[in-house]
């Protein structure tokens, strides 16, 4: 999206053409989706797709992203045009003309006849249109008469001895057979090679082959002489860089037609082993799908370990590239291909085949498949937890990811840890706390006695056990804080563990991210910002000397998300947030990549960024966020649905009830739940529902979510509106004096601590407060302070960018002058500032 951003700035339009999408992967197709659902991209962006319609049914991948085409246009306010056209083959009218063109003729009624018989051969398809004119002068049915100084041809001649030629592979097929054995059998060879292939490919496979398929008296040509034949003949491209191409897929498979279909099979194999044993392990790479496509033409139930060792590669370097699609059927292949002891003959390389399936299976979305591959996996009492880890994280992303059953994802996790060696204390929550608490001092003891050039001269961990081990702590970091405040304890110690993992035994892929998260953990538990951010620079300077992009998207949320907005302005976080969904998308994190781009869009309405694109950029990602299956699309559609109502585009104000969602029988989670409390508070406050907000900001919920020191920079936005909420109700109703300035008050002195401690983004926010608070303290003729700390209020807002809140002081200024001051006409200044600083 970036990189087109920039290409599309300086060229306008930027077309992009992308042909064969039948032929697309999902991961493909997922990127035409995001380039076309950008809008951050104010340029213009034309995309030309071009696909074969026979060969895209309902089933085909291709047609999910067409229909999620058409969603898009519906909602996208004329943003995204989507054009439809198809392209049938050539009228015989169109064939006429065509035919007249090459031949110079001028008049119509002479080629008529020969252009019916065309069309009816042809079926107007261009590509054939021309290899059958073609023919037809190779055959002397068409020719230039020397003395006439035109061309000739006899459509009777034409008619009879071009009936047998239904479509244009038979005619090729017709003209391949003219050939030599020889060249017709280089033919069958080459293709069974791809799309392209090198003359040192070819010569590998040709010197092979026509010793054992040619009399050696026939066999007199080398495949140089071969390949430039096919070439002069018009079925190869002429090479580049030692590359050769056929000139369309039907002449390749017109040629692949003359292997006989009784022994297709047979003989593609045999062109497979070839290539395979001809080849190093290095110079496999660069062909490894084609040969193992070859090689995967051995009929059902056939074991051969060699062959499943080679699907065991191209699945693995399909799952590199992220073709999921490819990976699957790959990992399966290579499954069959396993005798039936695979768990007692190879069973190691029967896990690694049963893992990579599952990790695809997951991937697509196929729960039934990888619940079948796991539990056959898993049930292998002589493979040991170490080895059967990559099933148990597949079987445990589904449980969490996929299905958001935390609690029993936790669970599953701590008994594998277990097995591991890697042991939590028992007890209730209590003791947990306890533990956790020491735990937490201990370890930020033994990051300050680190020196600085021994946390940068860490080596990568080796041992397999403490890998594995972090691998499962990551993951159980995050899922131990959607299951809800019960397992705080869990998480808190989850988090150590890894810091100090990585501190006794080397850096680990995610130590970073655990450098991060410990940052967090360091403000929920001792509250010092110092400190916390001393360890989120190691972790970012961690993250930057790692050679690897894995867990790169989870050390950025856990830093922009939880530690820094203590320490820089909220302004700085949109890049690092927008790179880290990207990271994650690249690698295949998309839990943390769309947490990542969740808390971007939301950043924007913090920082007062127009509410217009803010709604469209939820439009688009609660489509792919829905797609991955993720928690956060309720979360998102929760936000959407807001900004809706704030933009007056839904009958409701405080109700989050419309075209994004209908909050009524939603069954939420922590994280949503936490979400939905909120922007419940923050709509009460903005549409002046100000006792519903006082009721909810006394419940203290979601207090692990939303606390300010621990929480996520959505904590500050949430503890400024439950404040102003119950200030609000005091001033409104005096009799509720005490129970709400208390609360008020505890808030607004948590918020101005913050601000001692140097957390630039709630400035703004205390000023508000402070003005509100002074506004019920103040006694008669003093209306002077009151107004000098709303216009200061005011001006804050406004010099940090955040109009909304101006506004919202502004309103809440003229409230006091109007109810409080009696002063009318300063009332309906403000009032004015306050609807034009909104709209």
Same mark, same amino acid.
């Given at each position: 999206?970036?990189?087109?951003?920039? %290409?599309?700035?300086?060229?306008?339009?930027?077309?992009?053409?992308?042909?064969?999408l /039948?032929?697309?992967?999902?991961?493909?197709l997922?990127?035409?989706?995001?380039?076309?659902?950008?809008?951050?991209?104010?340029?213009?962006?034309?995309?030309?797709?071009?696909?074969?319609?026979?060969?895209? !049914?309902?089933?085909?991948?291709?047609s999910?992203t067409?229909s999620?085409?058409?969603?898009?246009?519906?909602?996208?306010?004329?943003?995204?045009n989507?054009?439809?056209?198809?392209?049938?083959?050539?009228?015989?009218? !169109?064939?006429?003309?065509?035919?007249?063109?090459?031949?110079?003729?001028?008049?119509?009624?002479?080629?008529?006849?020969?252009?019916?018989?065309?069309?009816?051969?042809?079926?107007?398809? =261009?590509?054939?249109?021309?290899?059958?004119?073609?023919?037809?002068?190779?055959?002397?049915?068409?020719?230039?008469?020397?003395?006439l100084?035109?061309?000739?041809?006899?459509?009777?001649?034409?008619?009879?001895?071009?009936?047998?030629?239904?479509n244009?592979v !038979?005619?090729?097929?017709?003209?391949?057979?003219r050939?030599?054995?020889?060249?017709?059998?280089?033919?069958? #060879?080459i293709?069974?090679?791809? &799309?392209?292939?090198?003359?040192?490919?070819?010569?590998?496979i040709?010197?092979?082959?026509?010793?054992?398929?040619?009399?050696?008296?026939?066999?007199?040509?080398?495949?140089?002489?071969l390949?430039?034949?096919?070439? +002069?003949?018009?079925?190869?491209?002429m090479?580049?860089?030692?590359?050769?191409w056929?000139?369309?897929?039907?002449?390749?498979?017109?040629?692949s037609?003359?292997?006989?279909?009784?022994?297709? $099979?047979?003989?593609?194999?045999?062109?497979?082993?070839?290539?395979?044993?001809?080849?190093?392990?290095?110079?496999?790479?660069?062909?490894?799908?084609?040969?193992?496509?070859?090689?995967?033409?051995?009929?059902v139930?056939?074991?051969?370990?060699?062959?499943a060792?080679?699907?065991?590669k191209?699945?693995?370097? &399909?799952?590199d590239?992220?073709?999921?699609?490819?990976?699957?059927?790959?990992?399966?292949?290579?499954?069959?291909?396993?005798?039936?002891?695979?768990?007692?003959? /190879?069973?190691?390389?029967?896990?690694?085949l049963?893992?990579?399936?599952?990790?695809?299976?997951?991937?697509?979305?196929?729960?039934?498949?990888?619940?079948?591959?796991?539990?056959?996996?898993?049930?292998?009492?002589?493979?040991?937890?170490? @080895?059967?880890? !990559?099933i148990?994280?597949?079987?445990?992303?589904?449980?969490?990811?996929?299905e958001l059953?935390?609690?029993?994802?936790?669970?599953? #996790?701590?008994?594998?840890?277990?097995?591991?060696?890697?042991?939590?204390?028992?007890?209730?929550?209590?003791?947990?706390?306890m533990?956790?608490?020491?735990?937490v001092?201990?370890?930020?003891?033994m990051i300050?006695?680190?020196?600085?050039e021994?946390?940068?001269?860490?080596?990568?961990?080796t041992? =397999?056990?403490?890998?594995?081990?972090?691998?499962?702590?990551?993951?159980?970091? @995050?899922?131990?804080y959607? $299951?809800?405040?019960?397992?705080?304890?869990?998480?808190v110690?989850?988090?150590?563990?890894?810091v100090?993992?990585?501190?006794?035994?080397?850096?680990f892929?995610?130590?970073?991210s655990c450098?991060?998260?410990?940052?967090?953990?360091?403000?929920?538990?001792?509250?010092?910002?110092?400190?916390?951010?001393?360890i989120?620079?190691?972790?970012?300077?961690?993250?930057?000397r790692?050679?690897s992009?894995?867990?790169?998207?989870?050390?950025?949320?856990?830093?922009?998300? %939880?530690?820094?907005h203590?320490?820089?302005?909220?302004q700085?976080?949109?890049?690092?947030?927008?790179?880290?969904?990207?990271s994650?998308?690249?690698?295949?994190?998309?839990?943390?990549? %769309?947490?990542c781009?969740?808390?971007?869009?939301?950043?924007?309405?913090?920082?007062g960024?127009?509410?217009?694109?803010?709604?469209?950029?939820?439009?688009?990602?609660?489509?792919q %966020? @829905? +797609?991955?299956?993720?928690?956060? $699309?309720?979360?998102?559609?929760?936000?959407?649905?807001?900004?809706?109502?704030?933009?007056?585009l839904?009958?409701?104000?405080?109700?989050?009830?419309?075209?994004?969602?209908?909050?009524?029988?939603?069954?939420?989670?922590?994280?949503?739940?936490?979400?939905?409390?909120?922007?419940?508070?923050?709509a009460?406050?903005?549409f002046?529902?100000?006792?519903?907000?006082?009721?909810?900001?006394?419940?203290?919920?979601d207090?692990?979510?939303?606390?300010?020191?621990?929480?996520?920079?959505?904590?500050?936005?949430?503890?400024?509106?439950?404040?102003?909420?119950l200030y609000?109700?005091?001033?409104?109703?005096?009799?509720?004096?005490?129970?709400?300035?208390?609360?008020a008050?505890?808030?607004?002195?948590?918020?101005?601590?913050?601000?001692?401690?140097?957390? =630039?983004?709630v400035?703004?926010?205390?000023?508000?407060?402070?003005?509100?608070?002074?506004?019920?303290?103040?006694?008669?003729?003093?209306?002077?302070?009151?107004?000098?700390?709303?216009?200061?209020?005011?001006?804050?807002?406004?010099?940090?960018?955040?109009t909304?809140?101006?506004?919202?002081?502004?309103?809440?200024?003229?409230?006091?002058?109007?109810?409080?001051?009696?002063?009318?006409?300063?009332?309906?200044?403000?009032?004015?500032?306050?609807?034009?600083?909104?709209?």
């Amino acid at each position: 999206r970036v990189f087109t951003r920039v %290409m599309s700035s300086y060229f306008s339009t930027l077309i992009i053409c992308l042909d064969d999408l /039948q032929w697309a992967d999902v991961s493909s197709l997922e990127m035409v989706e995001l380039l076309v659902s950008d809008a951050q991209n104010k340029h213009s962006l034309m995309i030309i797709g071009c696909y074969r319609s026979n060969e895209v !049914d309902g089933s085909h991948i291709f047609s999910s992203t067409l229909s999620n085409l058409m969603e898009m246009e519906k909602t996208s306010n004329e943003q995204l045009n989507l054009t439809q056209i198809e392209v049938g083959n050539l009228r015989k009218e !169109d064939v006429n003309q065509a035919i007249m063109s090459l031949l110079s003729v001028d008049k119509e009624e002479i080629t008529e006849g020969l252009a019916s018989i065309c069309h009816r051969r042809t079926l107007g398809n =261009p590509f054939f249109l021309f290899q059958f004119l073609t023919m037809l002068q190779e055959e002397g049915l068409l020719f230039f008469h020397l003395g006439l100084f035109q061309w000739k041809w006899e459509e009777t001649s034409i008619e009879s001895k071009t009936a047998s030629t239904e479509n244009v592979v !038979d005619l090729l097929q017709g003209k391949m057979k003219r050939l030599s054995k020889e060249a017709q059998m280089f033919l069958q #060879c080459i293709s069974c090679l791809g &799309a392209t292939f090198t003359a040192d490919t070819v010569s590998l496979i040709w010197e092979n082959m026509k010793t054992t398929n040619i009399e050696s008296s026939s066999a007199e040509m080398g495949a140089e002489e071969l390949l430039a034949l096919m070439v +002069e003949e018009h079925f190869l491209e002429m090479p580049k860089n030692k590359k050769y191409w056929w000139t369309h897929d039907k002449v390749e498979q017109a040629a692949s037609s003359l292997i006989e279909d009784e022994n297709r $099979a047979s003989f593609r194999r045999n062109i497979g082993e070839i290539w395979y044993h001809g080849l190093s392990e290095e110079n496999l790479e660069p062909c490894l799908f084609e040969v193992a496509n070859l090689l995967d033409t051995t009929g059902v139930g056939t074991t051969n370990t060699d062959c499943a060792k080679i699907n065991l590669k191209a699945a693995e370097k &399909a799952r590199d590239i992220s073709a999921f699609d490819s990976c699957g059927k790959y990992a399966v292949k290579g499954i069959s291909m396993l005798p039936s002891d695979r768990w007692a003959s /190879q069973p190691a390389m029967a896990l690694k085949l049963y893992s990579l399936a599952a990790d695809a299976a997951a991937f697509l979305g196929n729960h039934d498949e990888l619940e079948k591959y796991c539990s056959e996996a898993l049930s292998q009492k002589s493979i040991s937890t170490l @080895e059967k880890k !990559d099933i148990y994280l597949a079987k445990l992303d589904r449980i969490a990811n996929a299905e958001l059953r935390y609690k029993e994802a936790v669970d599953l #996790c701590l008994t594998i840890l277990k097995d591991l060696g890697c042991r939590y204390p028992r007890g209730g929550f209590v003791i947990g706390v306890m533990k956790a608490y020491g735990s937490v001092r201990q370890t930020v003891k033994m990051i300050k006695k680190t020196p600085t050039e021994e946390l940068e001269a860490l080596s990568p961990a080796t041992d =397999p056990t403490k890998l594995a081990t972090a691998s499962l702590l990551t993951r159980l970091n @995050e899922w131990t804080y959607f $299951a809800g405040f019960k397992y705080l304890p869990v998480l808190v110690l989850t988090i150590i563990k890894m810091v100090q993992m990585t501190l006794l035994h080397g850096v680990f892929d995610l130590s970073a991210s655990c450098f991060a998260a410990f940052s967090a953990v360091v403000l929920l538990v001792v509250g010092d910002v110092d400190v916390a951010q001393y360890i989120g620079e190691c972790a970012l300077q961690m993250q930057e000397r790692s050679k690897s992009e894995v867990g790169k998207a989870r050390t950025i949320l856990n830093l922009y998300l %939880m530690t820094f907005h203590h320490v820089k302005p909220l302004q700085n976080n949109l890049k690092p947030l927008l790179e880290g969904y990207q990271s994650g998308m690249r690698t295949g994190d998309k839990s943390a990549a %769309m947490i990542c781009l969740f808390s971007y869009v939301f950043l924007q309405y913090v920082i007062g960024k127009p509410l217009k694109m803010i709604e469209e950029q939820c439009k688009v990602s609660v489509s792919q %966020m @829905e +797609e991955l299956k993720g928690e956060q $699309a309720l979360c998102q559609k929760i936000s959407w649905q807001f900004y809706l109502n704030l933009m007056g585009l839904s009958n409701e104000t405080v109700e989050l009830r419309g075209k994004a969602m209908d909050e009524t029988g939603v069954e939420f989670t922590t994280l949503s739940h936490a979400m939905f409390v909120l922007t419940k508070v923050n709509a009460y406050s903005l549409f002046g529902e100000y006792e519903l907000g006082a009721r909810m900001a006394l419940k203290r919920a979601d207090k692990q979510v939303l606390s300010l020191k621990g929480g996520s920079f959505r904590s500050m936005i949430f503890l400024f509106h439950r404040s102003l909420c119950l200030y609000a109700m005091v001033r409104k109703n005096r009799k509720k004096n005490e129970k709400y300035t208390t609360e008020a008050s505890r808030i607004r002195k948590q918020l101005t601590d913050s601000l001692k401690e140097q957390n =630039p983004n709630v400035l703004h926010y205390v000023s508000i407060l402070n003005a509100e608070h002074e506004a019920l303290e103040h006694k008669k003729n003093q209306e002077g302070d009151v107004c000098r700390l709303y216009n200061d209020a005011i001006i804050m807002s406004a010099r940090g960018g955040y109009t909304h809140d101006a506004a919202l002081a502004q309103e809440r200024f003229a409230d006091y002058l109007l109810n409080i001051a009696g002063d009318l006409q300063e009332a309906r200044y403000h009032i004015e500032g306050a609807i034009q600083r909104y709209t």
